[in-house]
């Protein structure tokens, strides 16, 4: 099976984690080494963000990353990718919010491949600048950017202290996705449920509870999946151990991504060979899990069916 001419959806992939390892060292005196992850934890994980998130605070910059993101989707055969990124991150140097976003979209809308933005609300980060972000995505929303998410470090800031950025993200309509039980367990899965996230990135400790996994099925939760980066950030302790395809047979919507295409040393076209050596998944099942990630998407019902039909042609 050519994992590389399957037509592929992304709805976890962030931006500060994807820059070509070439570019940062164009910029920056560090190895390769230093932007790559290995196996860890979360907390060494993130220290890999530090490298791109310096380069990343000039226009000119973010549009030229922005626009090698999607050349390297493209190339990946992706025909979708909503890509996250925390605009906060990017106004160290005198950027406002609304240039960083303008910039990434200018970056974006260089290459023929459909896109969205995904504005991270990051843990750890002040009640202010958060605010910001879910005003900025009301801004935005429908034209580049699709939704909200929260990021950072979750086992040291709880899932449920931003509530209210998720009530005003409900009263306005603007779709929603949360980073829970990666690096915390059931209790941030939960938290992020109760909140109203439809979508979760990762999910994958789920299977820890069986009422917490009964709830995921029941109430139709999507999980969106990164194999590679739950290895590397210590949230499963190897490849082979990868709940995934156990998750998906249970009946769980499971999606394929990425996480950090850059700090992981991985593609879709990667993964998907990676699922099949490793767990014998099938043609059929990575068509439907695609499926489950257009359905799942935050775009509009006639775009998500344009893009159901082109799968289809693949079946």
Do not use: W
Not at 59 to 84: C, S
Not at 89 to 97: M, N, R, S, V, Y
Not at 191 to 209: F, P, V, Y
Not at 215 to 232: F, M, Y
């Amino acid at each position: 099976m050519k994992t590389e001419n399957m037509p592929k959806i992304e709805l976890h992939v962030h931006l500060d984690g994807s820059v070509r390892p070439k570019t940062i060292m164009e910029f920056l005196d560090v190895k390769e080494e230093d932007i790559k992850a290995s196996n860890g934890d979360l907390s060494d994980y993130l220290d890999k963000f530090e490298a791109p998130l310096k380069i990343l605070q000039t226009k000119e910059n973010l549009e030229r990353v922005a626009k090698e993101l999607a050349e390297d989707l493209k190339e990946d055969n992706v025909i979708y990718a909503e890509i996250r990124f925390a605009p906060m991150k990017h106004t160290k140097e005198g950027l406002t919010p609304d240039e960083v976003i303008e910039s990434v979209l200018n970056g974006l809308k260089q290459v023929d491949i459909k896109t969205n933005l995904i504005l991270c609300l990051m843990r750890g980060d002040s009640f202010g600048d958060n605010l910001t972000v879910v005003n900025e995505a009301l801004k935005y929303l429908g034209n580049g950017v699709c939704g909200l998410d929260l990021a950072g470090d979750e086992s040291a800031y709880k899932t449920s202290d931003y509530k209210e950025f998720f009530e005003i993200a409900k009263d306005n309509d603007i779709p929603f996705t949360i980073h829970a039980g990666e690096a915390s367990g059931i209790d941030s899965i939960n938290e992020a449920i109760n909140l109203g996230a439809k979508r979760i990135g990762h999910g994958i400790r789920c299977l820890e509870d069986k009422d917490t996994l009964k709830r995921i099925i029941d109430e139709e939760i999507v999980l969106e999946v990164c194999p590679t980066s739950n290895v590397h950030t210590g949230a499963v302790l190897k490849y082979e151990k990868h709940p995934i395809y156990n998750l998906y047979k249970k009946g769980v919507l499971v999606t394929i991504n990425t996480d950090n295409r850059t700090v992981s040393d991985i593609t879709l076209t990667k993964e998907y060979s990676n699922l099949i050596e490793t767990f014998g998944i099938l043609k059929d099942d990575f068509i439907n899990m695609n499926k489950i990630a257009i359905k799942n998407s935050f775009l509009p019902s006639m775009e998500k069916a344009d893009l159901l039909e082109k799968l289809e042609q693949e079946e």
